[in-house]
């Protein structure tokens, strides 16, 4: 799927901003058929943004079920010989789609986009509306999974429910991403796909370009940052060579220009331009290879995470980000635990940032193991084909950009049941058939001798936590408990290790030494310990700490006001911690 850019060709109309909305209390909307007329009764809401902390309503917060969206958008007579397109960013979890009353689409999954030509039902020259209804349940067929669990007992009133989930973030609800409208011709250019390569000083660039109706005359350009035209193909299929090519890597994330152009006999029938970066990606002799030199992943687990916003996409905190992720001498994140908004890895691609693009199965996991994970009423065949599914769409949506290195496919399943296996193996083929060019990690909690998945993949993660949910507070057992089980999971696997979790929860402003949990000083003590033992082991291909800034989570007796474990707080303002690092990684 190819972001909306304009061009030549195109038009793009940004229908951000504020919307109506309404919550749909009794789960109502679809039955009384509110897509037909303008919504009533409704109330402002920004999009994007979560709704969920936007009002004094706690009811809206936590309500759960659907809620409804509308606004008004303006079609110019001059789009009447064009397709209009409308594309979703993202709205979480499920949602439908209405222009002018008619159902146009529908859409499961939080965290990816969804778009589809909306031309027959416009009323060009005039105003148009577009209704949708975003439910926010998730069930064992979702991903990330939960389950809605009606309390059938005497100390909870008749027909009260909640939402469960088992994953360490607030269920954050609405749409999260940009609305965009667009235009391209009738003949138009659908998909674009790059493999680079390096051959010796040059940079090869293979393409593949899909074309939706007549197939006419394609054509394909590169040009230099300048706008100097290097190279030039034509077809649907071809190789081109960048002569003395500068490769794209965190200390130079170079980006050339690959325009396509298709033609009309010698009219400009649809013109599309993408930001390419040529570099290599291999793993070998347990290390990762970036352009073929060994990179060492310094940085974190992220979240889509801010005060107010919730997981709405804000370029504001969108930037600040990645200032403090070169401020620390990262170079790397992981979209813990989903796929982030395209805009964030369009700025990876340009600030040099390397992402690990993970996957939205999370809370695929009891605490209590006797309660088993993998079985017919839980994750089933049914959860496999939708995780293959959300598979295509990522890998569909990222696979160009130069900042992805390598896809996570899970975090933390219960990946010591039997079934598991079957299940893992089936998201890894399919994997493998899209995208032959990056690795493959599964992201662990379980122990090296349990896991049934570790040796399907090319890259070991790891998320560790002694001296915290393990013998709490006892520091002095890091180094010991730690080297020994990374020894472990080398023997057994022979294969490169990221230590792709770990950390401690810390207020910022509690102070004591020596150090106890929760103060600033122990969470430097904590990620000092697990780096010594990372310097020591050679098949250590990575550290990512947890996390980046502290985060919202569900209420619960184990979390105040949400997960403290961020090195920068929520209002990105950095511990103690983040000073110890950003000295580590400048030498590392
Ligand atoms: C983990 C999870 C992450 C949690 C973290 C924690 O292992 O992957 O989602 O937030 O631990 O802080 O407990």
Redesign the pocket.
Known sequence: MLYPRESETREVKNLSGIWKFKIDKENMGLKEEWYLRPLEDTILMPVPSSYNDITQDISIRDHIGYVWYEREFFVPSSWRDKRVFIRVGSASHYAILWINGKKILEHKGGFLPFEGEITPFLEFGKENRITIAVNNILDWNSLPPGEIIEYKDPIHPEGYKIQEYY???FNYSGIHRPVFLYTTPKNYISDIKIITDIKGRDGEVNYEIKIEGDKERIEVLIFDKKGKELCKGNGEKGKLIIKDAEFWSPENPYLYIMKVNTYNGEILEDSYSLDIGIRTIEIKDNKFLLNGNPIYLKGF?KHEDSDIRGKGYDPIIAIKDFNLLKWINANSFRT??YPYAEEILDLADRYGILVIDEAPC??MNFFNRAKKVFCEERVNERTLQYHLQVMREMIGRDKNHPCVIMWSIA??PADYEEESEEYFKRVIEEVRKLDPTRPITI?E?SSPIETKTAKYVDVISV?R?YA??IDMGHLELINFQLEKELRIWYELYKKPILL??F?A?TIAGFHQDPPVMFTEEFQVEFLKRYCEVLDKLPFIIGEHV??FAD?A?KQSI?RVLG?K?GVFTRQRQPKASAFYLRERWAKK
């Open positions: 994953f360490d973030f687990g813990s635990h999370v809370g975090n933390e992201v909690s998320n936590y915290w949910y792709s979790e950390g929860d947890w996390n985060f989570t184990t997960n474990k």
